[in-house]
T-cell receptor
Framework: DTEVTQTPKHLVMGMTNKKSLKCEQHMGHRAMYWYKQKAKKPPELMFVYSYEKLSINESVPSRFSPECPNSSLLNLHLHALQPEDSALYLC????????????FGQGTRLTVV | GQQLNQSPQSMFIQEGEDVSMNCTSSSIFNTWLWYKQDPGEGPVLLIALYKAGELTSNGRLTAQFGITRKDSFLNISASIPSDVGIYFCAGGYGNKLVFGAGTILRVKS
């Protein structure tokens, strides 16, 4: 099973809402990632969790709050987002912290209204 | 920071033709990965390269990791309509992946 599962696939939220994106993998990978991708642009790294600990935060605004409840799950909590935060949010996982052979989920298409 | 220069930006080719794209950088990477992304989907890993000079094939795809660890190419042989999409190279260092800007591939049937 080389699958990373993200839910929901689509999300529309108002600027005052609180929502969460979820990501799950069962490959035994110990590193998990959140990326943001705008249309026709490459993915941009947001956060890296290594062995369930946050190891990289790429200066992401605090309205994005990651959480890693266990080695298989990764959440991204959203609060008070702006319309420019609308994007495809991708979760990925890899065997260890090196990022080798990272596998991506389908993504959540987020629209902030 | 680390940057990858990916070319060409887009390609429009005939079905059956071979395709070549490449990525270069002024920085050294530990690994080099090639991904394909279809509209509305996440990137799918095509080939992973771990050793300098490594040449790896996956069906009609062939990729090589440059000897200097600063470049890589991807070849697609005998292209078919389902090859359309955006191809990204990505360089790995530490626990980060740096992505190239992507090559948009369009195939004429």
């Amino acid at each position: 099973d080389t699958e990373v599962t993200q839910t929901p696939k689509h999300l529309v939220m108002g600027m005052t809402n609180k929502k969460s994106l979820k990501c799950e993998q069962h490959m035994g990978h110990r590193a998990m990632y959140w990326y943001k991708q705008k249309a026709k642009k490459p993915p941009e790294l947001m956060f890296v969790y290594s062995y369930e600990k946050l190891s990289i935060n790429e200066s992401v605004p605090s309205r994005f709050s990651p959480e890693c409840p266990n080695s298989s799950l990764l959440n991204l909590h959203l609060h008070a987002l702006q319309p420019e935060d609308s994007a495809l949010y991708l979760c990925a996982s890899s065997q260890d912290w090196t990022g080798d052979g990272a596998f991506f989920g389908q993504g959540t298409r987020l629209t902030v209204v | 920071g680390q940057q990858l220069n990916q070319s060409p930006q887009s390609m429009f080719i005939q079905e059956g033709e071979d395709v070549s794209m490449n990525c270069t950088s002024s920085s050294i990477f530990n690994t080099w990965l090639w991904y394909k992304q279809d509209p509305g989907e996440g990137p799918v890993l095509l080939i992973a390269l771990y050793k300098a000079g490594e040449l790896t094939s996956n069906g009609r795809l062939t990729a090589q990791f440059g000897i200097t660890r600063k470049d890589s190419f991807l070849n697609i042989s005998a292209s078919i309509p389902s090859d359309v999409g955006i191809y990204f190279c990505a360089g790995g260092y530490g626990n980060k992946l740096v992505f190239g800007a992507g090559t948009i591939l369009r195939v004429k049937s």
